[in-house]
C-alpha cells in the first residue's frame, strides 16, 4: 500500500505507543480500551446529521459552520481534541455545485461525525478515480448530476477534514430539527449521494 500513513504503519505505531505508556505505568491498558470504546461509541453519522440539521434551520449558525466548521461543531458539543486537533472544514452544496470528499493518500475522514468510514472510501478505486473521473465515480453510487452541475472534490489530510452541507430537501420544509435528522446520510454528508 502506498502513503506515508497505511493502515498498517498506523496500526505499528498505536501498538508500539500503547507498549511505552503501558511500561512507563501513564496508563493501563484497560484504561486505553475504556478510551477509544468511548470515542468510537461517540461517533456516529447521526453527529453529522445533527449538525446539518442545525444549519438548516439556523441561519446564523450555518453562516458559522462554513466560516469556522472546527469552532461552530464546538458549540454543538463536537470539540476538536488531541495534541494535534484537526480542522474541520464544511462545504455547502446549491443548486448549481456539488462536493464530494477523499482522501487519496490514505483514508482520513471526520469519524467522531461520520462514525467509522466505509470501506469503499479506503479502497484505492474510490481513491484515485473520485479525483480524475467524480462525475463517473458518483454515478457508480446512483447519482446522476446534470452535466452543469460543477463537481468539487476535496481531499483530507491529517490536518484538514472535510464534511459535506447537503440541500435541503424542497419536501423537507415543514419539518422540525429532529426530524431533518432523521432524512440526513452518511453518504449524502461524503458527497457520494443527494437527499
Ligand atoms: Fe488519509
Request: net charge negative; aromatic share 6%; charged share 20%.
Amino acid at each position: 500500500m502506498s502513503g506515508t500513513h497505511s493502515d498498517a504503519t498506523i496500526s505499528r505505531q498505536v501498538r508500539e505507543l500503547e507498549a511505552l505508556l503501558e511500561e512507563r505505568g501513564i496508563v493501563a491498558g484497560a484504561a486505553l480500551d475504556e478510551a477509544l470504546d468511548a470515542f468510537l461509541a461517540g461517533s456516529s453519522p447521526l453527529n453529522g446529521a445533527r449538525i446539518v440539521a442545525r444549519a438548516w434551520t439556523d441561519p446564523e449558525f450555518k453562516e458559522r459552520l462554513l466560516a469556522d466548521g472546527t469552532s461552530a461543531v464546538a458549540e454543538l458539543g463536537y470539540a476538536a481534541g488531541g495534541v494535534q486537533p484537526q480542522r474541520l472544514r464544511v462545504v455547502e452544496n446549491t443548486d448549481h455545485t456539488h462536493n464530494v470528499v477523499v482522501c487519496t493518500l490514505c483514508s482520513c475522514y471526520p469519524v467522531r461525525l461520520l462514525g467509522p468510514s466505509p470501506s469503499w472510501y479506503k479502497s484505492e478505486a474510490y481513491r484515485s478515480r473520485v479525483v480524475r473521473e467524480p462525475r463517473a465515480v458518483l454515478a457508480e453510487f446512483g447519482l446522476v448530476l446534470p452535466p452543469e452541475t460543477g463537481i468539487t472534490v476535496w481531499d483530507s489530510s491529517a490536518e484538514t477534514r472535510y464534511m459535506v452541507l447537503p440541500l435541503r430537501p424542497a419536501s423537507a420544509d415543514s419539518l422540525t430539527e429532529p426530524a431533518l435528522t432523521g432524512l440526513i446520510t452518511r453518504n449524502a454528508l461524503i458527497g457520494t449521494a443527494r437527499l
